[in-house]
C-alpha cells in the first residue's frame, strides 16, 4: 500500500491511491465480463470468475472500505462471521444434491 | 469521539498491535474498539448483518438452481442487448458494473476530500456518486421492464427453470432498493455538507447527534458495501 498502516483517525490518504485502485477494479471488471464474452466454460471459468471476485472484493474491502487500516480487534470481528456462511454453502450442497436426486427419483429423469 | 492524531503525545498511549492487540481491545472494559469511532463500529455491524441477509440470498439461489431438474436459463443470452443487428452478451451488466466502480470511486474521494475540509469537492463528488447510482437504478428498471416485457414472472419464464425469476427478482429488487436509499442519504448529506453542517457541527434530522465530517465516511462505507454486494451479484448470478 502507498500509505504506512497508521492509527490515525481522519484516513488520510493520497488521491491518487484511490485513482490507481479505480483503474484496478476497471481492469479486473473487465476481465470478469471477458470471462464470458470469450466464452470459457468449465472449471476454467468457475475458477476465474470466483478469483476475480474476491480480488475485487479484496480491494473494496481493504483500500475504499479502510479496513486496511483498522484495528485487527475490528477487523476479525467484522472479516471471520461471513466465513461461517461457507459452512452454511456446504450444508445446502448437500441438501439440493439429496433434493435432485429425490426428484430424479420420483419425478423420472427430468 | 476525536481521538488523538499521530504526534509526540500519541507514542506514550500507543496500543499493543498484532495478536496482543486483539487480546487487549476485547479485554478493555469500556470500548472494544479502540480508536474507532462509535459511529463507524455500528455501521461496520450493520454491514455484517446486511452480509447474511444477502448471503441468505446468493445461497437460496444457489439451492434453487443445483436442485431443479429443469435446465437453468443462460444468463449470458438472456441478458444480451441487441446492438446494431447483433447481439452482445451481458452488456448492459458489464455497463451497470462499470458505473457502480465509478460511484465507489468517487465516493472514497468524497470522504478523502471531507477530512480535508473541503466543502466544494466534497458536495461535488457526494452529488457525482449520487448520480452514478441514479443511473444506475434507471438501468436496473430498464432491465427489468425488458424482462418482463419479455414474459419473466417470479413463477415461471419462456426459457427454463421457473425459479430464475425469482430470484432474479429478489436479488436484484433487494439490491436495487439498497441503491436507492443510499442515493437519498448521499443527496442528504452532500446537502448537509454544501451548507457547512459539519464544520458547525449542526444536529442531523436522523440521529440528532453532531455533525462531522465523520458521517461522510459512515455513509461512504455503507455504499461501497452496495458495490460490494453487486461484485458478488455479478459473479454468481449473472456470469456463473
Known amino acids: 500500500m502507498a500509505q504506512?498502516?497508521?492509527?490515525?483517525?481522519?484516513?488520510?490518504?493520497?488521491?491518487?491511491?484511490?485513482?490507481?485502485?479505480?483503474?484496478?477494479?476497471?481492469?479486473?471488471?473487465?476481465?470478469?465480463?471477458?470471462?464470458?464474452?470469450?466464452?470459457?466454460?468449465?472449471?476454467?471459468?468457475?475458477?476465474?470468475?470466483?478469483?476475480?471476485?474476491?480480488?475485487?472484493?479484496?480491494?473494496?474491502?481493504?483500500?475504499?472500505?479502510?479496513?486496511?487500516?483498522?484495528?485487527?480487534?475490528?477487523?476479525?470481528?467484522?472479516?471471520?462471521?461471513?466465513?461461517?456462511?461457507?459452512?452454511?454453502?456446504?450444508i445446502m450442497v448437500f441438501e439440493s444434491d439429496y433434493t435432485l436426486i429425490t426428484r430424479l427419483r420420483f419425478f423420472g429423469a427430468g | 469521539m476525536a481521538d488523538i492524531g499521530p504526534g509526540p503525545l500519541h507514542e506514550a498511549i500507543t496500543p499493543p498491535t498484532g495478536w496482543r492487540g486483539v487480546a487487549?481491545?476485547?479485554?478493555?472494559?469500556?470500548?472494544?474498539?479502540?480508536?474507532?469511532p462509535w459511529g463507524k463500529v455500528m455501521m461496520w455491524i450493520f454491514l455484517l448483518s446486511d452480509t447474511f441477509i444477502f448471503g441468505c440470498f446468493l445461497l437460496s439461489y444457489m439451492t434453487v438452481r443445483m436442485s431443479t431438474t429443469d435446465p437453468w436459463p443462460n444468463p449470458s443470452e438472456v441478458f444480451a442487448l441487441t446492438i446494431s443487428g447483433r447481439p452482445v452478451p451481458l452488456i448492459l451488466i458489464a455497463i451497470m458494473t462499470f458505473i457502480l466502480i465509478s460511484s465507489s470511486g468517487t465516493m472514497a474521494m468524497a470522504v478523502n476530500f471531507g477530512y480535508r475540509r473541503d466543502r466544494a469537492r466534497t458536495a461535488a463528488l457526494l452529488l457525482a456518486t449520487a448520480a452514478f447510482g441514479a443511473c444506475f437504478v434507471g438501468m436496473q428498471a430498464f432491465e427489468w421492464s425488458k424482462l418482463i416485457a419479455e414474459g419473466v414472472r417470479p413463477w415461471g419464464n419462456p426459457w427454463g427453470a421457473v425459479q430464475f425469476g425469482s430470484a432474479f427478482f429478489m436479488i436484484t429488487g433487494f439490491h436495487g432498493t439498497h441503491v436507492t436509499i443510499g442515493v437519498l442519504f448521499l443527496l442528504i448529506v452532500a446537502r448537509r455538507v454544501w451548507r457547512g453542517d459539519f464544520d458547525r457541527g449542526q444536529r442531523g434530522f436522523f440521529t440528532s447527534q453532531r455533525g462531522h465530517y465523520e458521517i461522510v465516511e459512515i455513509l461512504g462505507l455503507y455504499w461501497h458495501f452496495v458495490d460490494l454486494v453487486w461484485v458478488f451479484i455479478f459473479a454468481f448470478f449473472y456470469l456463473w
Open chain 1, 4 to 90: 504506512p498502516a497508521t492509527l490515525a483517525q481522519g484516513q488520510q490518504h493520497s488521491i491518487k491511491l484511490y485513482l490507481v485502485i479505480w483503474a484496478w477494479l476497471f481492469v479486473l471488471s473487465a476481465c470478469s465480463y471477458l470471462v464470458d464474452y470469450v466464452g470459457l466454460q468449465g472449471y476454467v471459468r468457475w475458477s476465474l470468475i470466483v478469483a476475480l471476485m474476491l480480488l475485487k472484493a479484496g480491494l473494496i474491502v481493504a483500500v475504499f472500505m479502510h479496513m486496511a487500516w483498522e484495528r485487527l480487534a475490528l477487523v476479525y470481528a467484522i472479516l471471520v462471521p461471513p466465513v461461517l456462511v461457507l459452512l452454511f454453502v456446504g
Open chain 2, 24 to 36: 487487549a481491545d476485547w479485554a478493555s472494559d469500556q470500548r472494544a474498539f479502540t480508536s474507532v
